[in-house]
């Protein structure tokens, strides 16, 4: 094994955040405005929980429609593809739901999946988020996100034995800051979070097509 590429799901390999889709198509815009108008001294972690109760007693099977509507970013999977082929570890490391990362995971044959966990009964979401959260350290500047992307880092590089100085990471949010920070190669894609652009050796601008070149020179340094 080569090394490994970690990629941030929404934003990055998928055009669009899936929660704001979920909003748009399940008529909780509003509510979701308000949660981020509010979010001001809050933990990132208390906002998902908050998020996650928009989607009370809606069908898994609804959210898994919309979900399956959203656009891959193009050349995602030419680039999955590469880094296979490279001998790469791919992995989708998310605040997004699993039951959603799982499949993209699926379609785009990645290795490995984290993100947050909801509780689903009876085919329905109950609004809860079940997952443990696990930060990395007791920093005062961390963000304390319901998913800590580089405590799952640390977890696959550990299961799989790979050297922190073989990682390849792709994010576009305040959320892979961490995640961008530790890995050999860092590439932003599409930046929402201006402050991220201090920890990106390359951002790409609209998708992976068009800096493909620029992609493959960093990848060649692993």
Sequence with gaps: MRGLAAFDMDGTLLAKRTIDVLANELDFKQKLVQIDQASKGKYAYQI??????????V?????????DQIEIRRGAQRLINFLKKEKFLTAIISDSYTFLIQRLAKKLQIDEIWGNIVEINEGRLTGKLITQPCWRNNDPRCKRHSVCKLHALESIINKYNVPMDRII??????????????????????????TLTEYVDLIVEKDFVESWNSIIRLISKI
């Excluded at 998902?48 to 007693?57: D, K």
């Excluded at 990471?169 to 201006?194: E, Q, R, W, Y």
Aim: negative net charge.
């Design 169 to 194: 990471a792709f994010g576009d949010s305040s959320g892979d800051i961490c995640m961008l920070k530790h890995a050999k190669v860092a590439i932003g894609v599409t930046p929402t979070n201006f």
């Design 59 to 67: 069908s898994a099977s609804r959210v898994i429609d919309i979900f």
């Design 48 to 57: 998902s929980i908050e998020v996650a109760r928009l989607l009370e007693n």
